[in-house]
């Protein structure tokens, strides 16, 4: 008999061990296990094809009506038809013609891929697929492995799911009683099966709602391991003693509000204090602060770099990118006056230093910065990775800032941390907001802090959609508009998703191997790209406008030359790429138009459409696509113009993307522990396990009571998942 931890091979012989092991990395029956079927697929019922939708992945059980095979540019091209008895599919192969001695008019079978259309018609290309053994009693042969319900595992060409639901069998078979880690009685109040029946009920479903629960259990468990996992790191966080930053005497945050040419929002005042009060304890600060772009985060973070100044500590900012690190010195700096002036002739009685650190700076001035970060003279570095770099050191690092977290591995963190004397307080700022499940999933270590309301005064966006397939003269308008905007004194962005095509149109013979291949762009599409764009559009609709390209293949002296220029007004319209995205600040920018809008994330033309109506000016912010009127693209677009709640937004985004996106990839890989758990499908599962691992760890924090589950956490951390949701 077998446990979780048998190796594969004593149960299923060498060769399928093997290939489980290549095809999967799995070795044990624990993994095989916790190799669960996306789905099921009614045994006998075939799948209504009319409902299926371009784009989709699927997985049908269909027959084969015909099939047929044909040259064509020198290739062999397989065409399957499968039907469910009214409509039809068609499956294609290239060069494969050696299939058609498995796929016979008359069989049934499990097909799977990406729903694609070829000259109007739906198609699956070069499917995996799976016959049901052909035979006088196939629903004999098919019950011998499975009830009602077959599974439908992740395949490979090697290990179709077929082949995996017969392993799965043979190790539930073999599989002794199991001890179950779940604490029985967090089992019984959610009625979950235990650990066995829960494998046997997921594989093997008596029915659909046994399935069900048996999913909600696992799906549980990852959540409950997880939060369990996250718990314990907050409290090795409070563990770990530092210096309390509370200012004696706080005169630089005293004279930089009264410096301030606004009041503070609520929440700003409100996230104000929850910071001070981190700052004040003797273990560092671990918190995210989200909010909208344009929110007031970096008023806020100035603030506390203030305070640990005041407390004779120093502060650094960490940004993803050279224009952003450049954009926070100006923003900072001027926010700042002459109190970011001390030691220098327009300096005052108070104040600090403010460096900007970035790699392009020549050597001799990074090396005169490092030495006044070292002696203390500055007190607030701004920089990118240069932070990082060796030659820094500090003589009392008190609060590390990082902006855009999402973009900075845990290590760049880390290593900037590590220049501290002790652990610093750590403020992690992000404008893609997160919904709060997410959040607790992915950043369930950190205190979260919310910015919800933009501070007032500011103008709304308005934003339109330019379907230029149905409404092509829209887009003379939007010039027009463009044009309008300029004469009002105004600046315009428009954004493209390239910076410059591929040089030539692919022929269909190179659009055959493409395929062949599983590139990318097969449908030969060209795109907007900025280097077209702009000489395009200078010579033709905006004739006049002074217009300049930012782009990420640009020398940092460039894209810099081109932001101030920018930003002094010298510029009236900046083609650019997402370069733009995060954090750049022209008050004077009033109109976007972004080309190919469904070319980006919801989450990206948000942050995109962000850059404008951020002065006093309304910001117009238009996406042109080329989609067609009812497709899914424009349905997104449409979204994303109706509403500029960033929360609804980042939900639909994240409904949108592909599992595996949210947590990273390595969650759908070989060995993640974290296969079922979905942020938001699971939302009230994550919830109710927090509510369940805080309860525990509030009396036993080792979590010695439950040495099972102790194990499984253990388990968990030194898990490659758990490692890349820390990068994350
Ligand atoms: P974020 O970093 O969240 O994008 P910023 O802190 O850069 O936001 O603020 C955006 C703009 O709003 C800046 O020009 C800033 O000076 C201004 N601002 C910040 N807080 C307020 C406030 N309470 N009232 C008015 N304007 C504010
Ligand atoms: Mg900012």
């Given at each position: 008999?077998?446990?979780?931890?048998t190796?594969?091979?004593?149960?299923?012989?060498d060769?399928?061990?093997?290939?489980?092991?290549?095809?999967?990395?799995?070795?044990?029956?624990?993994?095989?296990?916790?190799?669960?079927?996306?789905?099921?697929?009614?045994?006998?019922?075939?799948?209504?094809?009319?409902k299926?939708?371009?784009d989709?992945?699927?997985?049908?059980?269909?027959?084969?009506?015909?099939?047929n095979?044909?040259?064509?540019?020198?290739?062999?091209?397989?065409?399957?038809?499968?039907t469910?008895?009214?409509?039809?599919?068609?499956?294609?192969?290239?060069n494969?013609?050696?299939?058609?001695?498995?796929?016979?008019?008359?069989?049934?079978?499990?097909?799977?891929?990406?729903?694609?259309?070829?000259?109007?018609?739906?198609?699956?290309?070069?499917?995996?697929?799976?016959?049901?053994?052909?035979?006088?009693?196939?629903?004999?042969?098919?019950?011998?492995?499975?009830?009602?319900?077959?599974?439908?595992?992740?395949?490979?060409?090697?290990?179709?799911?077929?082949?995996?639901?017969?392993?799965?069998?043979?190790?539930?078979?073999?599989?002794?009683?199991?001890?179950?880690?779940?604490?029985a009685?967090?089992?019984?109040?959610?009625k979950?099966?235990?650990?066995?029946?829960?494998?046997?009920d997921?594989?093997?479903?008596p029915d659909?709602?046994?399935?069900?629960?048996?999913?909600?259990?696992?799906?549980?468990?990852?959540?409950?391991?997880?939060?369990?996992l996250?718990?314990?790191?907050?409290?090795?966080?409070?563990?770990?003693?530092?210096?309390?930053?509370?200012?004696?005497?706080?005169?630089?945050?005293?004279?930089?509000?009264?410096?301030?040419?606004?009041?503070?929002?609520?929440?700003?005042?409100?996230?104000?204090?929850e910071?001070?009060?981190?700052?004040?304890?003797?273990?560092?600060?671990?918190?995210?602060?989200?909010?909208?772009?344009?929110?007031?985060?970096?008023v806020?973070?100035?603030?506390?770099?203030?305070?640990?100044?005041?407390?004779?500590?120093?502060?650094?900012?960490?940004?993803?990118?050279?224009?952003?690190?450049?954009?926070?010195?100006?923003t900072?700096?001027?926010l700042?006056?002459?109190?970011?002036?001390?030691?220098?002739?327009?300096?005052?009685a108070?104040?600090?230093?403010?460096?900007?650190?970035?790699?392009?700076?020549?050597?001799?001035?990074?090396?005169?910065i490092?030495?006044?970060?070292?002696?203390?003279?500055?007190?607030?570095?701004?920089?990118?990775?240069?932070?990082?770099?060796?030659?820094?050191?500090?003589?009392?690092?008190?609060?590390?800032?990082?902006?855009?977290?999402?973009?900075?591995?845990?290590?760049?963190?880390?290593?900037?941390?590590?220049?501290?004397?002790?652990?610093?307080?750590?403020?992690v700022?992000?404008?893609?907001?997160?919904?709060?499940?997410?959040?607790?999933t992915?950043?369930?270590?950190?205190?979260?802090?919310?910015?919800?309301?933009?501070?007032?005064?500011?103008?709304?966006?308005?934003?339109?959609?330019?379907?230029?397939?149905?409404?092509?003269?829209?887009l003379?308008?939007?010039?027009?508009?463009?044009?309008?905007?300029?004469?009002k004194?105004?600046?315009?962005?428009?954004?493209?998703?390239?910076?410059a095509?591929?040089?030539?149109k692919?022929?269909?013979?190179e659009?055959?191997?493409?395929?062949?291949?599983?590139?990318?762009?097969?449908?030969?599409?060209?795109?907007?790209?900025v280097?077209?764009?702009?000489?395009?559009?200078?010579?033709?609709?905006?004739?006049?406008?002074?217009?300049?390209?930012?782009?990420?293949?640009?020398?940092?002296?460039?894209?810099?030359?081109?932001?101030?220029?920018?930003?002094?007004?010298?510029?009236?319209?900046?083609?650019?790429?997402?370069?733009?995205e995060?954090?750049?600040?022209?008050?004077?920018?009033?109109?976007?138009?972004?080309?190919?809008?469904?070319?980006?994330?919801?989450?990206?033309?948000?942050?995109?459409?962000?850059?404008?109506?951020?002065?006093s000016?309304?910001?117009?912010?238009?996406?042109?696509?080329?989609?067609?009127?009812?497709?899914?693209?424009?349905?997104?677009?449409a979204?994303?113009?109706?509403?500029?709640?960033?929360?609804?937004?980042?939900?639909?985004?994240?409904?949108?993307?592909?599992?595996?996106?949210?947590?990273?990839?390595?969650?759908?890989?070989?060995?993640?522990?974290?296969?079922?758990?979905?942020v938001?499908?699971?939302?009230?599962?994550?919830?109710?396990?927090?509510e369940?691992?805080?309860?525990?760890?509030?009396?036993?924090?080792?979590?010695?009571?439950?040495?099972?589950?102790?194990?499984?956490?253990?388990?968990?951390?030194?898990?490659?998942?758990?490692?890349?949701?820390?990068?994350?």
């Open positions: 008999m077998a446990s979780l931890d190796r594969l091979q004593n149960i299923l012989g060769r399928t061990a093997q290939v489980l092991e290549k095809s999967f990395g799995m070795t044990t029956v624990n993994e095989l296990l916790r190799h669960y079927p996306r789905r099921y697929v009614v045994r006998g019922e075939l799948t209504d094809i009319s299926l939708l371009a989709d992945e699927v997985t049908i059980l269909a027959q084969i009506e015909a099939v095979l044909r040259r064509a540019n020198g290739k062999n091209i397989l065409e399957v038809v499968v469910d008895g009214s409509a039809n599919l068609s499956l294609t192969f290239f494969q013609a050696w299939r058609e001695k498995d796929l016979k008019a008359g069989r049934v079978g499990l097909f799977a891929g990406k729903v694609g259309v070829f000259k109007g018609k739906r198609q699956l290309s070069h499917p995996d697929y799976q016959l049901i053994p052909d035979g006088d009693d196939v629903d004999a042969a098919v019950a011998e492995f499975a009830g009602k319900f077959l599974p439908v595992y992740p395949a490979t060409a090697k290990l179709p799911s077929w082949k995996v639901m017969q392993c799965v069998k043979l190790a539930l078979d073999s599989l002794d009683e199991l001890p179950d880690y779940l604490p009685e967090i089992a019984e109040k959610y979950y099966p235990n650990l066995k029946k829960a494998f046997a997921i594989h093997q479903p659909l709602d046994s399935a069900e629960n048996a999913r909600q259990r696992l799906t549980f468990d990852e959540a409950l391991l997880l939060q369990l996250l718990g314990q790191r907050r409290n090795e966080i409070v563990k770990l003693s530092t210096k309390s930053r509370t200012p004696n005497t706080p005169v630089l945050v005293a004279a930089f509000e009264k410096r301030l040419p606004f009041k503070y929002t609520a929440g700003q005042v409100e996230v104000n204090a910071i001070e009060k981190d700052l004040s304890n003797k273990y560092p600060m671990h918190r995210l602060l989200q909010g909208e772009v344009g929110s007031g985060k970096t806020v973070a100035l603030r506390a770099m203030l305070s640990v100044v005041d407390s004779s500590g120093q502060a650094a900012l960490l940004a993803p990118t050279e224009v952003l690190a450049q954009q926070h010195f100006r900072i700096t001027k700042l006056g002459e109190l970011a002036q001390s030691g220098t002739l327009q300096g005052g108070i104040g600090t230093q403010v460096e900007l650190l970035t790699g392009s700076l020549p050597a001799a001035s990074k090396k005169a490092h030495a006044k970060l070292a002696s203390g003279e500055t007190g607030i570095v701004i920089g990118t990775h240069a932070l990082i770099s060796d030659g820094v050191a500090f003589d009392d690092l008190g609060l590390v800032v990082v902006d855009e977290q999402h973009r900075f591995g845990v290590e760049q963190r880390d290593a900037l941390r590590m220049k501290a004397k002790q652990p610093p307080h750590l403020l700022m992000t404008a893609t907001p997160i919904p709060r499940t997410v959040a607790m992915i950043f369930g270590d950190l205190d979260i802090s919310t910015l919800r309301e933009l501070p007032s005064g500011r103008v709304a966006i308005t934003t339109h959609l330019i379907p230029v397939l149905e409404k092509p003269h829209f003379n308008r939007a010039w027009e508009r463009v044009k309008e905007e300029a004469a004194g105004h600046q315009i962005y428009i954004v493209a998703p390239r910076i095509n591929p040089n030539k692919l022929t269909e013979r659009m055959v191997a493409a395929q062949l291949l599983g590139e990318e762009y097969l449908d030969n599409e060209q795109m907007s790209a280097e077209e764009l702009a000489p395009e559009l200078a010579k033709g609709a905006l004739k006049g406008l002074k217009i300049a390209m930012l782009h990420g293949r640009q020398s940092s002296e460039v894209k810099e030359q081109t932001m101030s220029a920018f930003a002094k007004g010298e510029i009236d319209v900046l083609i650019a790429t997402t370069v733009i995060v954090g750049v600040d022209v008050a004077n920018a009033s109109m976007m138009v972004i080309m190919d809008a469904d070319r980006f994330g919801v989450s990206q033309l948000h942050q995109l459409r962000g850059r404008v109506g951020r002065g000016v309304p910001g117009l912010c238009l996406l042109v696509s080329n989609a067609q009127e009812d497709s899914q693209s424009m349905t997104r677009l979204a994303v113009a109706a509403t500029l709640d960033g929360f609804e937004l980042a939900r639909l985004d994240l409904e949108q993307r592909k599992e595996g996106d949210v947590l990273g990839s390595s969650q759908s890989g070989g060995r993640s522990h974290l296969r079922l758990l979905r938001l499908r699971d939302e009230d599962l994550i919830e109710r396990a927090r369940a691992a805080l309860k525990i760890l509030a009396t036993d924090p080792e979590i010695n009571h439950f040495p099972q589950l102790k194990n499984e956490v253990e388990k968990l951390q030194s898990d490659e998942a758990a490692r890349f949701m820390d990068k994350s």
